[in-house]
């Protein structure tokens, strides 16, 4: 099925808006995706009518505030086709989730000199949380580099395990240049328990998380036209039994006394204190969004902006285009001889084009191409070929005005 592209953008309020006097063309959708009519709406609603704090009380607002809290959980295990809701842990976002088994998981198991295999391509939040381990508890950092075209192979990732290796945390899809990486074959390939950051591939990508093998998959919401502050991370039910609690206060115990305290299952377990209720209720609808729209639709559309700015783009022969594996999503990263990444985003704003510019929360990556910042043009369902087209129009201004 083609996606209807009016009526989809008729459903994003902030599309129909301009940025100085041009019409907006939002391009900077790895940061942050924009939200349909339905997610504010229910957020809305939710305050204005039904909003309750969850799980604690018995009246009228609260269990139905709990019921659609928690039917956000089967929305999401859905969405990932999770075996069981309760494989399913809300947290604010990605990096909340990753802290959470680095902190619930690998702290308590991992000893000086044990690795942590991770590939350069990896997100800030992907990779803080485990040099943590290495200040703490003397864990070292294996890295594994890309190819020159931003590709990882699978094999290169197992091909650097060793015997002291503890964990694989690896993203599926880079933020910086759009690189899908085969993070099943990496997982099936090995023993070692893997973790996988879905920050972009879960908003692009159809899914299905056990499939791949892993034990641990991070999503965010505000990438997947959710809330910000939303978001959940898949976890095997055997690893989970392998986790101490993270965060201690209500919700996630069972009984406290003077003498002892005991904890609640799973995934309750690391879910302390008031959550961001009407957050996660945002990211539900978003979800239900999507999947009424079809994952597969929506990639196959986003293939074709992927296609169409990867041609046009190359057309631009002044222009630099960091990491163009094939079967990348549809994200480019690019760097002008002369003009700073700033520069150009500074420019583009002023024809109503919002981009990216800086390192994308991916320093070693940037290192690893040579380039202290890039200009990051990321893709969504409701762009269009024409706003690729906006977007090279104004690349080819900036090149006049630095020529």
């Not at 099943?184 to 972009?200: C, E, F, K, N, Y």
Request: with cysteine; aromatic share 6%; glycine share 8%.
């Amino acid at each position: 099925m083609t996606l209807d592209l009016p009526a989809i953008r008729a459903d994003f309020p902030i599309l129909s808006r301009q940025v100085n006097g041009r019409p907006l063309v939002y391009l900077d959708n790895g940061a942050s995706a924009q939200k349909p009519r339905v997610v504010i709406d229910a957020i809305s609603r939710t305050y204005e009518g039904e909003y309750a704090n969850v799980h604690r009380g018995l009246h009228t607002l609260s269990t139905l505030a709990t019921e659609r809290y928690e039917a956000v959980r089967g929305t999401i295990a859905r969405f990932l086709k999770a075996r069981h809701p309760a494989e399913v842990i809300f947290t604010s976002g990605a990096t909340e989730a990753i802290n959470l088994v680095s902190y619930s998981w690998a702290a308590p198991r991992l000893k000086a000199g044990d690795e942590i295999l991770l590939s350069v391509l990896e997100h800030h939040a992907n990779i803080v949380p485990w040099a943590f381990l290495r200040e703490r508890q003397g864990v070292v950092l294996k890295w594994v580099e890309p190819e020159p075209d931003g590709s990882l192979p699978p094999e290169k990732m197992l091909a650097a395990i060793t015997p002291r290796t503890k964990l694989i945390a690896v993203t599926h899809m880079s933020n910086v240049t759009g690189t899908v990486v085969d993070v099943g074959a990496i997982a099936r390939g090995t023993d070692v328990p893997v973790l996988v950051d879905g920050s972009q591939a879960a908003v692009h990508l159809p899914l299905d998380v056990p499939a791949l093998g892993c034990a641990f998959y991070a999503i965010t919401g505000h990438k997947l036209y959710g809330p910000s502050g939303s978001g959940a991370i898949w976890i095997d039910r055997a690893r989970q039994d392998e986790m101490r609690p993270f965060m201690g206060g209500g919700d996630m115990i069972r009984e406290v006394t003077r003498e002892a305290v005991t904890y609640a299952d799973p995934p309750l377990r690391f879910e302390a204190g008031t959550p961001g209720i009407v957050n996660q209720i945002g990211l539900g609808v978003a979800l239900d969004y999507m999947m009424g729209l079809g994952m597969e639709n929506i990639a196959a559309h986003e293939r074709a902006l992927r296609d169409h700015a990867r041609a046009r783009l190359r057309e631009l022969n002044w222009l630099t285009v960091q990491g163009d594996a094939p079967g990348k999503g549809a994200i480019f990263s690019m760097t002008m001889e002369g003009a700073h990444a700033h520069d150009l985003s500074t420019i583009l704003d002023k024809r109503g084009i919002a981009i990216r510019a800086g390192t994308h929360c991916a320093m070693p990556l940037m290192q690893f191409y040579g380039v202290t910042a890039s200009a990051r043009a990321s893709f969504a369902l409701y762009n269009t070929e024409a706003e690729v087209d906006a977007l090279i129009d104004g690349l080819i201004f900036c090149r006049e005005l630095f020529a």
